[in-house]
């Protein structure tokens, strides 16, 4: 069984940094996809970025440039790098995976708990 565990978050001032951690665990042969969801009170989650097992990334238009996805891969980890915040950056942040398991022939999504994300002075 696999399951993806985040960390990282917390409560920081506008213009401030965070930096989120989800780790994957359990039978994995491989990942093809990890990325990063938020979802804020009253609002649909939506995708803030995704990096794929070739390396290419992809982010929402109101993180581009202040938001970093990266992986370490030995360690079936990704990290979003979250700078210069502000307040419409708060939000429940998910992790997600597209995973293929060991002596399995198609790959299986994942999500993790969520960690809370607070910018406010």
């Known amino acids: 069984q696999v399951q993806l565990v985040e960390s990282g978050g917390g409560l920081v001032q506008p213009g401030g940094s965070l930096r989120l951690s989800c780790a994957a665990s359990?039978?994995?042969?491989?990942?093809?996809?990890m990325g990063w969801y938020r979802q804020a009170p009253g609002k649909q989650r939506e995708l803030v970025g995704v990096?794929?097992?070739?390396?290419?990334?992809n982010y929402a238009d109101s993180v581009k440039g202040r938001f970093t996805i990266s992986r370490e891969n030995a360690k079936n980890t990704v990290f979003l790098q979250m700078n210069n915040l502000k307040p419409e950056d708060t939000a429940v942040y998910y992790c997600?995976?597209?995973?293929?398991?060991?002596?399995?022939?198609?790959?299986?999504?994942?999500w993790g708990q969520g960690t809370q994300v607070t910018v406010s002075s």
């Open positions: 997600n995976a597209d995973i293929l398991g060991f002596r399995e022939w198609g790959e299986k999504n994942y």
């Open positions: 359990g039978s994995i042969r491989s990942i093809a996809a």
């Open positions: 990096i794929r097992s070739g390396g290419s990334t």
